[in-house]
């Protein structure tokens, strides 16, 4: 008996009356079509039972259904919340993930991510900071043909390989809520020296300071690295002031939640004796107590709107996808005027 013959995308294309251009579109997920052609065609997949061969499919672009996500960051949270924004976008279609840890401080880090990429011949990457803020990693990409999207805390780059966030603005409105409840003396816990998140962060905790005409001494300024760890021994050197701080703003969550845990060991209230403020409103900031007064940093959103405009635009078309992202100011109840 003859064995019939599996559908082809030429099948679609015919029956649905559409180019085959437009049946990739339907097969990745395109957001370049209108409800009802991909309705027609998807009812046309379904009944002819073609299934995409992404073996032919990877060999014709010479590239594999891979998107790459390339980090050198401390931080878990923020990982695994750009993994997930990314996997939305990617659920139902044929790429998939892969995900690549480097050491931005090894000298043969560019020589390492090239390796990587040629290996495994990705459709694209998502570069997270502070790697993102490397030019000549964004170069690297474009030499070698690898589509790519740079995640940050400022433009970085041209709007198709760029998502960013107003860090500056968002960290300025919220320090200005502690000014507003009244604090004077507020410390800062700033992130690690090389990450753009940082210095912005920094600037806008300053810019609320001196729009308000307040002094900040350096004494007022301890490192972190965005860990708990490095969060906990920052407020060591802060709450040991005198007089102390009565208030502190945290350039990520990890370093609030190490902050809170000193104040709690030293016997104070939170917010009664000290009022802590983060940043980046991960899980961690609603369920430590109190619940963490903290800034959203939308990173779930320009982690789908990166993958969007990396798959999004699988024919050479460009995606319409937002590049610049509004943090917003969070308030829970670790933040209250202080005593007196």
């Given at each position: 008996?003859?064995?019939?013959?599996?559908?082809?995308?030429?099948?679609?294309?015919?029956?649905?009356?559409?180019?085959?251009?437009?049946?990739?579109?339907?097969?990745?997920?395109?957001?370049?079509?209108?409800?009802?052609?991909?309705?027609?065609?998807?009812?046309?997949?379904?009944?002819?039972?073609?299934?995409?061969?992404?073996?032919?499919?990877?060999?014709?672009?010479?590239?594999?259904?891979?998107?790459?996500?390339?980090?050198?960051?401390?931080?878990?949270?923020?990982?695994?919340?750009?993994?997930?924004?990314?996997?939305?976008?990617?659920?139902?279609?044929?790429?998939?993930?892969?995900?690549?840890?480097?050491?931005?401080?090894?000298?043969?880090?560019?020589?390492?991510?090239?390796?990587?990429?040629?290996?495994?011949?990705?459709?694209g990457v998502v570069l997270l900071p502070p790697i993102s803020e490397n030019d000549a990693l964004a170069e690297l990409c474009d030499s070698i043909g690898c589509r790519y999207v740079r995640m940050g805390s400022a433009q970085l780059d041209d709007p198709d390989h760029m998502v960013a966030s107003n860090?500056?603005?968002?960290?300025?409105?919220?320090?200005?809520?502690?000014?507003?409840?009244?604090?004077?003396?507020?410390?800062?816990?700033?992130?690690?020296?090389?990450?753009?998140?940082?210095?912005?962060?920094?600037?806008?905790?300053?810019?609320?300071?001196?729009?308000?005409?307040?002094?900040?001494?350096?004494?007022?300024?301890?490192?972190?690295?965005?860990?708990?760890?490095?969060?906990?021994?920052?407020?060591?050197?802060?709450?040991?002031?005198?007089?102390?701080?009565?208030?502190?703003?945290?350039?990520?969550?990890?370093?609030?939640?190490?902050?809170?845990?000193?104040?709690?060991?030293?016997?104070?209230?939170?917010?009664?004796?000290?009022?802590?403020?983060?940043?980046?409103?991960?899980?961690?900031?609603?369920?430590?107590?109190?619940?963490?007064?903290?800034?959203?940093?939308?990173?779930?959103?320009?982690?789908?709107?990166a993958a969007l405009k990396l798959v999004g635009g699988l024919d050479g078309d460009a995606v319409e996808e937002p590049s610049m992202f509004l943090s917003t100011l969070i308030r829970r109840a670790s933040v209250a005027p202080p005593r007196g």
């Amino acid at each position: 008996m003859k064995k019939s013959r599996q559908p082809t995308i030429n099948d679609v294309a015919r029956e649905a009356g559409v180019s085959k251009k437009t049946v990739s579109r339907v097969i990745n997920r395109s957001p370049l079509l209108n409800e009802e052609t991909r309705a027609k065609v998807e009812a046309v997949i379904a009944r002819l039972g073609y299934v995409p061969n992404p073996q032919a499919r990877a060999l014709a672009l010479r590239r594999n259904f891979l998107i790459g996500v390339v980090h050198d960051n401390p931080n878990a949270q923020t990982v695994l919340r750009v993994q997930r924004g990314i996997l939305e976008v990617l659920r139902g279609t044929e790429f998939e993930l892969v995900v690549r840890p480097v050491d931005r401080g090894s000298p043969t880090m560019l020589e390492d991510v090239r390796a990587f990429l040629e290996r495994q011949r990705l459709f694209g990457v998502v570069l997270l900071p502070p790697i993102s803020e490397n030019d000549a990693l964004a170069e690297l990409c474009d030499s070698i043909g690898c589509r790519y999207v740079r995640m940050g805390s400022a433009q970085l780059d041209d709007p198709d390989h760029m998502v960013a966030s107003n860090d500056r603005e968002a960290v300025k409105e919220a320090v200005t809520y502690l000014i507003e409840m009244g604090h004077r003396h507020i410390g800062l816990v700033q992130g690690p020296h090389g990450f753009r998140s940082a210095m912005e962060r920094r600037a806008g905790f300053e810019d609320a300071l001196e729009a308000a005409g307040i002094p900040h001494p350096k004494s007022l300024v301890a490192d972190g690295n965005y860990t708990f760890d490095s969060g906990f021994q920052a407020g060591v050197r802060l709450l040991d002031l005198l007089p102390r701080p009565t208030a502190i703003f945290c350039s990520n969550d990890e370093m609030a939640a190490g902050v809170l845990h000193v104040a709690r060991q030293r016997g104070l209230d939170v917010p009664g004796d000290l009022s802590i403020l983060g940043f980046d409103d991960t899980t961690l900031a609603a369920h430590i107590w109190p619940p963490l007064t903290t800034v959203r940093w939308p990173v779930s959103s320009m982690a789908r709107s990166a993958a969007l405009k990396l798959v999004g635009g699988l024919d050479g078309d460009a995606v319409e996808e937002p590049s610049m992202f509004l943090s917003t100011l969070i308030r829970r109840a670790s933040v209250a005027p202080p005593r007196g």
